[in-house]
């Protein structure tokens, strides 16, 4: 198998599904529990938060353990929306965001929010000057992706905080860096909350968290019992938690080493394409090299990747991180419908070897010639 769909999900590592299986055998106390089996599964609470703390240089009590990046934006854009609605209904986003945002500020503009999108250049880069004029006195809040899913655009995120605040102060500053983080290096302190997933990290399914400053408040969207966190009531789920921690501690490792080799993976497969002229390449000089967004112009994507599956090479359409079946992001950087409409997303790690994307790009000449024909 060829699995080139890392920016979808990721498997487990060994090692971090060796946690999983441990803690849970090892840890069966409820880390709410007063007793003694409790205490104990509280202690390693603390020691797996306390050591993603230390890696993102923040406070323990900032990180909030969610099933997700879709609950973690929920948890962030609603949790905001619902703190301050008294100073304010607007909220501004951009036109790259997962699609997990949309939804959630469709839903906040049914009960009487403004959602305003803020414009991108021709390389997906914010428009900084929209960003300042769309920026309010009742602005609440502003969420922009750190890294795209479908084009991977990276985002300056210091220098739109930087906007925000001398703009409005009071302006909450939310990204979603469920694709950054693990490929290349973040800064939470760029921010006021953040969204991430375990599971694009080589981590288990149904773990993330938010990040959120301990400067700032929102409101909770789940209400129970626990002690451990007011906005995520409830038994944590200690052996997720505990190989979250793990996952993270991994995929920090030389992450520019294995930046630099995923884009030599990269250049290699975009020289092959470029002697097609139906294949656009979707790359800006702003993308980071672990995705890679084509539109094979001739052809629906959902044939192509079929005819790939079968020699079990997997790539990903825009329907795992898409609510339609057209690319936002690729509409929002090119304005071309069709283009949009026949994305492949190549998605690479730094796992990925060079001898699979040698049979890769052998497959794909074949059966884009026979096609092409
Ligand atoms: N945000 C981004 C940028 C993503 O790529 C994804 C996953 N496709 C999500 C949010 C949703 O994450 P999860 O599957 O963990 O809910």
């Keep these: 198998m060829i699995y080139l769909d890392?920016?979808?999900?990721?498997?487990?590592?060994?090692?971090?599904?060796?946690?999983?299986?441990?803690?849970?055998?090892?840890?069966?106390?409820?880390?709410?529990?007063?007793?003694?089996?409790?205490?104990?599964?509280?202690?390693?609470?603390?020691?797996?938060?306390?050591?993603?703390?230390?890696?993102?240089?923040?406070?323990?009590?900032?990180?909030?353990?969610?099933?997700?990046?879709?609950?973690?934006?929920?948890?962030?854009?609603?949790?905001?929306?619902?703190?301050?609605?008294?100073?304010?209904?607007?909220?501004?986003?951009?036109?790259?965001?997962h699609p997990s945002v949309y939804v959630i500020c469709d839903y906040l503009k049914s009960i009487g929010f403004e959602i305003s999108y803020v414009n991108n250049d021709e390389n997906g880069l914010i428009d900084f000057d929209d960003l300042k004029n769309k920026i309010r006195e009742d602005t609440i809040l502003v969420s922009i992706c750190m890294v795209n899913s479908e084009v991977g655009v990276r985002q300056p995120l210091k220098i739109i905080r930087q906007i925000i605040k001398k703009e409005n102060i009071a302006t909450i500053?939310?990204?979603?860096?469920?694709?950054a983080i693990g490929k290349v290096p973040v800064n939470f302190h760029d921010v006021d909350l953040a969204s991430m997933s375990?599971?694009?990290?080589?981590?288990?399914?149904?773990?993330?968290?938010?990040?959120?400053?301990?400067?700032?408040?929102?409101?909770?969207?789940?209400?129970?019992?626990?002690?451990?966190?007011?906005?995520?009531?409830?038994?944590?789920p200690l052996p997720l938690i505990a190989a979250l921690?793990?996952?993270?501690?991994?995929?920090?490792?030389?992450?520019?080493?294995?930046?630099?080799?995923?884009n030599l993976l990269n250049e290699k497969i975009v020289k092959f394409l470029e002697q097609y002229p139906n294949i656009k390449i979707n790359k800006t000089k702003y993308s980071i090299p672990q995705i890679l967004n084509i539109s094979i112009m001739n052809i629906m994507p959902e044939t192509f990747l079929h005819i790939l599956d079968k020699y079990e090479i997997y790539v990903g359409t825009n329907t795992a991180c898409s609510s339609g079946n057209i690319s936002n992001s690729v509409m929002a950087i090119y304005n071309d419908s069709k283009r949009a409409k026949h994305t492949i997303r190549i998605s690479l790690s730094y796992v990925t070897t060079t001898d699979e994307i040698n049979k890769f790009l052998e497959v794909f000449k074949e059966e884009y010639e026979k096609i092409s024909l």
């Design 245 to 262: 921690s793990k996952a993270i501690r991994l995929a920090n490792n030389d992450l520019e080493k294995r930046e630099r080799f995923v």
């Design 6 to 97: 890392y920016s979808a999900t990721t498997p487990v590592s060994y090692e971090v599904l060796d946690t999983v299986s441990k803690v849970s055998k090892e840890f069966v106390g409820n880390a709410n529990s007063l007793h003694a089996l409790g205490l104990k599964s509280a202690n390693l609470l603390e020691s797996a938060t306390k050591q993603i703390a230390d890696i993102f240089s923040i406070n323990p009590n900032e990180i909030v353990y969610t099933s997700g990046a879709t609950e973690a934006n929920n948890m962030a854009i609603i949790g905001v929306a619902m703190a301050n609605h008294r100073k304010g209904k607007h909220i501004i986003v951009s036109k790259l965001e």
């Design 173 to 179: 500053f939310h990204s979603d860096m469920t694709q």
């Design 198 to 236: 375990a599971h694009k990290i080589f981590g288990p399914k149904g773990i993330g968290f938010l990040y959120k400053s301990s400067m700032i408040k929102i409101t909770p969207l789940i209400y129970g019992s626990g002690k451990s966190n007011e906005l995520k009531p409830g038994t944590p």
